[in-house]
């Protein structure tokens, strides 16, 4: 069940910016509803591009040099290693306990890189597929 979860979650508007917005909407205090909302979506964005604008006049000096380059590739394979150490703790150690569950991730994984299935409908795949295999 926590796969699933894990792969919706993964798919659904990347949700922790989501997430940012519905809090905005919901929150008891002026501004809210669609104005807190967007203001609160902004916001979360807001690094992101202020350091594209801050870095863009640097860009092609800093795409030349060989230390940034070799800094990124460092970089590059932190965020891989993160990305692996999250798939496999709490993802991989709380949902992929028989062999079944280890296919349905897999045929997932295929339908997703191979096979160029739309991801809301690997989704609802790997939902049916985990009530097949629950018996439900």
């Known amino acids: 069940m926590k796969l699933f979860g894990w792969i919706w979650g993964a ?4 949700d922790l910016f989501t997430f940012a917005a519905f809090l ?5 205090s ?5 104005l807190g909302g967007m203001i609160c979506l902004v916001w979360i964005f807001a690094p992101s591009f ?19 380059q070799s800094a990124l590739i460092g970089v ?3 965020v891989v290693g993160i990305l692996l150490a999250a798939l496999y703790h709490p993802v991989w150690t709380t949902a992929i306990h028989q062999p079944q569950d280890f296919g349905l991730a897999l045929v997932a994984f295929v ?4 096979w ?21």
């Open 11 to 14: 798919q659904a508007c990347r």
């Open 76 to 78: 590059n394979a932190a």
């Open 116 to 136: 160029k299935l739309p991801p809301w409908l690997i989704v609802m795949g790997s939902g049916g597929g985990m009530l097949l295999s629950i018996g439900v």
């Open 50 to 68: 202020l350091l594209v604008v801050g870095v863009l006049p640097f860009w092609e000096q800093l795409r030349r040099n060989e230390r940034m």
């Open 24 to 28: 905005g909407a919901s929150m008891n």
């Open 111 to 114: 339908a997703l890189m191979f």
């Open 30 to 34: 002026e501004p809210k509803g669609l």
